[in-house]
């Protein structure tokens, strides 16, 4: 994600630590923020229990916490029941989690106050890693990515009362797809129109109508593999309408997608693709672009950037770690959290230029950290395993 406005430390250590604030038990769902309040999951496996966690963002305090029965289930041994990252609204916090008693993926809505409004079934899930879905809110609906090996679906709910509006059937036989929709403005459509983007193993990259989950254009047959980053606008051009959507998969694939034109609400163009990275692509990490350039970080280490335009490498550069958590562009400066908590801060520049690396764990206590930051006033919100950290 690119965070806009804002300034964090460069040094992450004792100086700059502001609070840190013990959670419920581990998890990879990133920490999200809304006014005075972070929002983040924690799992107590033993307990078969998963923890919806409030704390004040100024001071690291608890707020409020709210737990659901989600039981025993498989997982992948890097997956975790406290998995899909939360989504905030201004009135209300949303999450997904999976019920093994009821064989049912879950979506619960709590007020920021921590008041129970409403929990709505998914659907069952087949996958053999286990499930984690993050939700997506926008102009009064959640969208849902439920795609799985037995098919699924991607639905708009009802914000309000978590009631189903549209499920856009998925065709199985693909693995489960991890990422979470864009919802992009149409250029050229009606006004105020939408279409959620969504990209699957066994559908390959689809653009679905806003309003009805009706099937706008699809890029059947592009992926080998499960899909985890998430799709997103790496390239706009205003005048031209141009728009560049960046997508991928294990196995070496990651390229990027000029959608159909519209005109008067009418498709006068097909979907294609314009470039695709050569080496070292990201299969976890969601890159991210300011629009002129692309950074893009590979589990193994590899940093590169490129032309968001054009798909040539700028430069790449080598970071010796491991990475789950996608990279924060922050006042022009990336940063990288490796899997045993080590923050990366690299130049968002001409040249590959590290500026600094911080070991955010003590020696003795060795905790994975799979979850991408969040920022928000001017602060920097990290979770490493049952801890969250505000720099």
């Known amino acids: 994600a690119m965070a806009s406005g804002q300034r964090v430390p460069v040094n992450l250590g004792r100086e700059t630590l502001r609070w840190s604030a013990d959670l419920p038990g581990p998890g990879s769902s990133s920490p999200v923020v809304w006014g005075e309040r972070v929002f983040v999951t924690g799992e107590i496996r033993g307990e078969g229990r998963v923890e919806l966690v409030c704390i004040d963002a100024k001071s690291g305090a ?25 989504c905030v609204t201004e ?95 149409l250029k050229g459509g009606k006004a105020g129109a ?21 099937r706008n254009w699809i890029l059947p047959g592009v992926f080998d593999a ?45 979907a294609e693709i314009v470039w ?38 700028r430069w790449s550069g080598r970071l010796p770690a491991n990475f789950y958590a996608s990279p924060l562009l922050i006042d022009g400066k990336l940063y990288c959290l490796s899997r045993i908590g080590e923050m990366w801060v690299v130049e968002a520049g001409d040249t590959f230029n590290l500026l600094k690396t911080s070991n955010l764990n003590p020696p003795e206590d060795l905790t994975w950290s799979d979850a991408t930051p969040a920022v928000a006033h001017n602060r920097l919100y990290v979770r490493l395993g049952s801890r969250l950290d505000c720099y």
């Open 91 to 185: 009135g209300l916090v949303l999450f997904c989690w999976y019920d093994a008693n009821r064989e049912q993926a879950m979506l619960s809505a709590y007020t920021h106050e921590g008041e129970d409004v409403w929990t709505q079934a998914i659907g069952a899930f087949d996958g053999q890693h286990g499930p984690s879905i993050a939700p997506v809110v926008s102009d009064g609906r959640i969208f849902i990515n439920h795609i799985h090996q037995a098919g699924g679906f991607v639905g708009a709910y009802n914000l309000e009362d978590g009631e189903l509006i549209w499920q856009s059937p998925c065709p199985p036989g693909g693995q489960s797809s991890y990422l979470a929709p864009l919802v992009r403005d």
């Open 276 to 313: 695709a990275m050569e080496r070292r692509t990201p299969y976890v990490p969601t890159p991210v672009s300011d629009g002129k350039t692309v950074f893009a970080l590979e589990d193994g280490g590899t940093l590169a950037a490129l032309d968001a335009r054009l798909g040539n490498e």
């Open 62 to 86: 608890k707020r409020w916490a709210r737990s659901v029965e989600v039981g025993s289930y498989h997982l992948h041994q890097f997956n975790n029941t406290a998995a899909g990252t939360p």
């Open 194 to 214: 939408k279409e959620v983007v969504i990209a699957g193993e066994a559908l390959g990259v689809a653009g679905l109508d806003f309003e009805t989950g009706k």
């Open 226 to 270: 499960r899909t985890i980053v998430s799709p997103f606008v790496v390239y706009e051009d205003e005048s031209s309408g141009e728009e560049l959507i960046a997508v991928g998969c294990k196995n070496g694939v990651y390229f990027t997608v000029q959608p159909p034109k519209y005109e008067d609400g009418k498709l006068v163009s097909e």
